[in-house]
């Protein structure tokens, strides 16, 4: 299972857009990269997955340049309501064992 | 209606008294695991079922054990409950061929 590292946490003000990094230097040929959204108290929620290149929701991109050994995670324009812990995965399709980190501690301020 | 339930949300209990976590779901899922987490820290996985007849170890499964009594439940136990056992506990499941997984509300358990 390939590694993750991002940043512990991050400061940010409303209406602002967010980018968070997440590094997987060993990431393998036929691993996904996804993003989970976590709230205190509560389970972790899924915000997007890609392989390659951009990607993006209703809710967030996910830009993954050629060599795949790093992502960024995109929030446009973040609420007070997007305070959160932030995990970046990678997994093969049909991964069920992901280290989840200690993932990107996220507050946004007003 | 909520996709994946689990019973209770808190629990408190004793040093050495056997507990058992409870996950329902309603996906229609194969996949279901149980995850704990500590606070400030990622979810660790305990353990994972594939479908009804395959249960399978993960990371942390020292003084824990499930059960798959149907597609749809999946219980963890604590045979003998210590105080470092005290975390909140997610279920989540999964399809084979997405990579999403879908987790439930919580129980926070704590042992004294």
């Known amino acids: 299972l390939a590694k993750t590292t991002q940043p512990i946490s991050m400061d940010s003000y409303e209406g602002q857009e967010v980018n968070i990094t997440c590094s997987h230097n060993n990431i393998a040929t036929n691993d996904y990269i996804t993003w989970y959204q976590q709230f205190p108290s509560q389970g972790p929620r899924f915000i997007i997955q890609g392989y390659k290149t951009k990607v993006t929701n209703e809710v967030a991109s996910l830009f993954i340049p050629a060599d795949r050994k790093s992502s960024t995670l995109s929030l446009p324009r973040v609420s007070l309501s997007d305070t959160a812990v932030y995990y970046c995965?990678?997994?093969?399709?049909?991964?069920?064992?992901?280290?989840f980190g200690t993932g990107t501690r996220l507050k946004v301020l007003a | 209606d909520a996709d994946v339930t689990q019973t209770p949300r808190n629990r408190i209990t004793k040093t050495g008294k056997r507990i058992m976590l409870e996950c329902s779901q309603t996906?229609?899922?194969?996949?279901m695991y149980w995850y704990r987490q500590d606070p400030g820290l990622g979810l660790r996985l305990i353990y994972y079922s594939f479908d009804v007849k395959d249960i399978n170890k993960g990371e942390i499964s020292d003084g824990y054990s499930v059960s798959r009594q149907a597609q749809a439940k999946f219980s963890l136990s604590l045979e003998s409950a210590i105080p470092n056992q005290t975390a909140l506990y997610f279920c989540?499941?999964?399809?084979?061929?997405?990579?999403?997984?879908?987790f439930g509300p919580g129980t926070r358990l704590t042992v004294l």
């Open positions: 995965l990678v997994g093969g399709s049909g991964t069920y064992k992901y280290i």
């Open positions: 996906k229609g899922h194969d996949r």
């Open positions: 989540a499941t999964s399809s084979p061929s997405y990579n999403e997984q879908f």
